[in-house]
């Protein structure tokens, strides 16, 4: 088992690199780079000299790989090799403007924008999207799985008929609008408070201040259920799929033969043996739920992860859309390595 | 098994008697299809959208005698009614021939997006499924760190780099969405390209190219057909969010998506103007599921007729 972990962390490995390498190359083939965004600040103070300086505090001087290895890795083991002069006013001390630590020090560079640590910005964000995205993932788990038990068990049924019904519309319905449509009658029509999204981030970067999450509760009442309704159609209709499939199986026919009453045989014999492919749903839920949350958290200026990074996509602010897409991922490739490693754990048939 | 051959020699003798009529596949397949009244009825409220959307420009021109882009601010926010059908927008423009003019642009979009995807996903799904190899490593690993990072997240990016007309939307969304298709086809292959027939196929000399295309593509077929019509429903869907962020197609050009973008400032006012171009991609996106869920049991062989 261990070493299955360790295989799995290790395989994670050219995951992430490749992430960095293809969030590192997309954004440099933007055109008009963090220097055009300095200019257009401040054109008048824009002399050559300073823009020289700039460039080169920026790293933007460097060829590509060397500055992907700088944006990964810091700038400051090359002074102390001697390959780049970071004590530019020479007095010995490395300057803390040209001082890069790489992303893997995790140090995200400084935002463009707010001209902060982009780290911090990014920190204080994480928080709310974690609210929404274990409030919307709990809410899905626990009405998707037992509404797809009663739906298998009643199957023909006018309860399964609605909820099919119910599930292809959940798959259909662009999340966007259906959140739109949430916000627009509680928040605008009937003037519910709670309607209008999280009104935690007063400072715009920073969610001091807020009240814990067990005194605004009614504030995750609609995104979560705009960001779980999908999950809750996925669940259900793969559940009633599941629980049908082990319901024909020789055990369960076994224990029918030893008369044991039905709900014994559903509850305890099938469903408990139908929940355990949910476990691989764990990792495609979590980038589900972070696409979603780009969108959900927009509409209700949620002060998350996917607020930030579509705010800052427009922006242009590529230290932070470098820095959220990271977080993204790495969240992204923890939940598929805990998702195959608790369907091993449910699964006794598989062997490492 | 014995009794099995016995039922397939006795049919095969019924058949060439001329006393059981043979169906080709396909021919079950279709008979399937008119049966499944769902279906029906999804393939004909697309069909009749479908064909609407394509009349766009004679249905606005020559029908409501306006265009897409006229305006006419003293008669915004007009309701749906007799004047316009389905009333207009901020800008007195009329909403129901927007709507076909979008309806047509992210269509045209999903569409074409799904086809080259599929094209990518089940060229690329073969060779990787039948030869295996450095290739497969290669792609297995630019497909999961593609597959880590939120899709959407990497639009965004890209859309914001690349600020892309319907044209370009097509080929963003395209060489980002076969990813899926392949992992299907590389696992159907691979457990094909072991069946007997293949290797019957290759026992006779056939080459390889001539049992992909010959003899693994064909019964590629229901899968690829089933993909295509959930992928356009998941295209529309994505080409609606990008647009209604501001990331698609950029206004005065309607699409279904970025219709939306700016209709909620005017809820009170206007609600059709939120409510209508939303219902249509929830329609056209149902209409393609249940299409797709519906071939994928016509075309099942294991299902009889």
């Not at chain 1, 929940?275 to 209700?300: K, M, W």
């Not at chain 2, 499924?129 to 890209?158: A, H, M, Q, R």
């Not at chain 2, 690829?224 to 994505?238: E, F, K, P």
Request: aromatic share 10%.
């Amino acid at each position: 088992m261990t070493r299955h972990i360790i295989r799995r962390l290790i395989q994670a490995i050219p995951t992430i690199f490749g992430v960095t390498l293809l969030s590192f190359v997309l954004i440099m083939s933007a055109p008009g780079g963090p220097a055009q965004i300095y200019a257009r600040e401040d054109p008048e103070n824009m002399t050559p000299e300073k823009r020289e300086r700039l460039l080169e505090r920026l790293g933007l001087n460097d060829p590509w790989p060397i500055q992907y290895l700088i944006w990964l890795t810091g700038n400051d083991w090359m002074h102390t090799l001697g390959w780049k002069d970071l004590d530019l006013n020479d007095d010995g001390e490395i300057d803390e403007d040209f001082l890069r630590r790489g992303i893997l020090r995790f140090d995200f560079g400084e935002s463009l924008q707010y001209k902060r640590d982009v780290g911090e910005i990014i920190g204080g964000r994480i928080p709310a999207t974690l609210e929404l995205g274990f409030a919307s993932l709990l809410v899905s788990l626990f009405l998707g799985v037992p509404i797809g038990i009663l739906a298998a068990i009643w199957r023909g049924g006018w309860f399964d008929n609605i909820t099919r019904v119910g599930a292809v519309i959940g798959s259909a319905i662009p999340v966007f609008w259906f959140g739109l449509m949430l916000f627009l009658f509680f928040g605008i029509v009937l003037n519910q408070p709670w309607a209008r999204g999280n009104q935690c981030d007063k400072n715009k970067y920073s969610r001091s201040g807020c009240p814990p999450v067990h005194m605004r509760l009614e504030y995750l009442i609609l995104p979560t259920i705009v960001l779980s309704y999908g999950g809750i159609a996925g669940y259900s209709r793969y559940m009633r799929t599941s629980l049908l499939d082990t319901i024909n199986s020789d055990y369960v026919r076994t224990a029918r033969a030893k008369g044991l009453p039905n709900r014994d045989v559903w509850f305890k014999h099938a469903a408990r043996n139908a929940l355990i492919p949910l476990a691989t749903f764990l990792g495609p839920a979590v980038v589900g739920v972070l696409s979603g949350a780009a969108i959900t958290e927009s509409i209700f200026s949620w002060p998350g992860l996917g607020q930030i990074f579509v705010a800052s996509v427009s922006a242009r602010d590529y230290p932070i859309v470098m820095a959220s897409v990271l977080i993204g991922a790495v969240l992204t490739v923890i939940a598929f390595i805990i998702s195959d490693i608790l369907y091993a754990v449910f699964d006794p048939r598989i062997r490492f | 098994m014995a009794a099995n051959v016995r039922g397939n020699v006795a049919q095969i003798q019924a058949e060439e008697a001329g006393q059981i009529k043979v169906r080709t596949h396909m021919q079950r397949a279709l008979m399937r299809l008119r049966r499944d009244r769902l279906t029906l009825v999804a393939l004909a409220v697309l069909g009749t959208i479908t064909l609407l959307a394509i009349l766009a420009e004679p249905i606005t021109l020559y029908m409501l005698n306006t265009t897409y882009a006229t305006e006419d601010l003293t008669n915004n926010f007009t309701l749906p009614g007799n004047e316009h059908l389905l009333g207009t927008d901020e800008k007195g423009r009329d909403v129901f021939s927007r709507l076909l003019y979008g309806t047509q642009v992210s269509l045209r979009i999903a569409f074409f997006a799904a086809i080259l995807s599929l094209g990518i996903g089940v060229t690329l799904g073969m060779i990787t499924g039948y030869y295996g190899g450095i290739v497969d490593d290669f792609l297995t690993w630019f497909i999961t760190t593609l597959n880590s990072i939120p899709s959407l997240f990497l639009l965004l990016i890209i859309a914001s780099i690349l600020k892309p007309d319907s044209t370009t939307l097509i080929f963003v969304l395209g060489f980002l969405g076969w990813t899926g298709t392949m992992r299907l086809v590389r696992g159907e292959s691979l457990s094909l390209k072991e069946r007997e027939f293949i290797i019957a196929a290759r026992a006779m000399g056939a080459s390889s190219l001539r049992i992909m295309f010959q003899h693994i593509l064909p019964n590629l077929i229901s899968l690829v057909v089933v993909t295509l019509a959930i992928d356009v429903g998941g295209l529309i869907l994505t080409e609606a969010a990008l647009s209604f962020l501001n990331f698609g197609i950029a206004p005065p050009e309607p699409s279904l998506g970025n219709m939306l973008t700016r209709s909620s400032d005017y809820y009170r006012t206007a609600p059709h103007l939120v409510v209508i171009p939303g219902l249509v991609i929830t329609i056209i996106v149902l209409c393609l599921f249940v299409i797709g869920d519906g071939v994928r049991d016509a075309l099942d062989p294991t299902i009889n007729p």
